[in-house]
């Protein structure tokens, strides 16, 4: 039998899968004036089909601070001039951004809200202790590669330099978030957030010189991989140690702190615009005087957006010494903070509070 021909049993087997089988007991039948026709005719015209989504369009880049400025308005981040202007210059001249502050003021949602309005994919790189190149940049399929071993083994021989090429191909390359974020999809350029550079060590600075300074990255084994259109790079740190020299002369830098009472209720507003005024002007009044106190850690943006929503969920329209008292676990963090503001102090923050809104109305 020649090589190709199907087996008389098998043709047999296979016309059995094209021959109608007998209908069950109680199956429908379509309808009398459907029988008989030919399938096309039971088919939808094109007019009928519902439309195709196109897919988002790639915003423009921000062409003035302003324009910066509503692009972050837009997309529901409140930002003062001083950040529009360095992240408007960060975009213009293709340099990393790096944003340094505590924590909960704000600095990783920029990334967010730049991949959500300017309509880029976000490739997140969230940095800890004792991350490498094989968790950041890229690593090989060992398996793949010992499997594809095996099976040329047990075909008889085998061309070790072909063998060789094939196993150090793009095939068995497993693309960590670094190396991906040099790949350009169809909405343009990625935007690359490493989040909390400061976690790591000093090694892994180092290597992240190449990828900055640069937008490529070296792969022994497969060669150098250049991004063709630089991604947007926005590096956070909550500054629990000094971050080097070096890499910082590679980025634009910007020093994200605290808003001030306006820009916070202005945040308020656009994130919880459920909760009624006078609860949100306490709140933010609340949260701004006890940034004040001398706290472990003193609440960030972040945790007046989760109180004022706990609030809401609690139909709270006003502060009040017991409400407060009860939900400072979702504002503070550490147990020696919450006792320092228990009792008498959280009346007497509230009141002074309350004295300070009455004047500057």
Known sequence: MSVGAIPPRAASDRSLLTRRLPREEGESRPPPALRGLAPASLSLTLSELPPLRSPPALAALPQSIDDTLQLLKGAGYVADRALATVLFLSLKLGRPLFLEGEAGVGKTEIAKVLSSALGRRLIRLQCYEGLDVASAVYEWNYAGQMMAIRLAEAGGAVDRDRLEGDLFSERYLVKRPLLQALESGEGGAPVLLIDELDRTDEAFEAFLLEVLSDFQVTVPE?????????????????????????????????????????????????RVPEAPQKLSREVVAFVQAIRKEELFKVPGVAETLDWASALVELDAVALDPALVSDTLGVLLKYQDDIQRMQGSKVKQVLDSVRGELRAAE
């Open 222 to 270: 497969f060669g150098t991989v250049k991004a063709a259109e630089p991604p947007v790079v926005i590096i956070t740190s909550n500054r629990t140690r000094e971050i080097h020299d070096a890499l910082k002369r590679r980025c634009l830098y910007h020093w994200v702190d605290y808003p001030d009472a306006a820009r916070e209720l202005a945040i308020l507003k656009s």
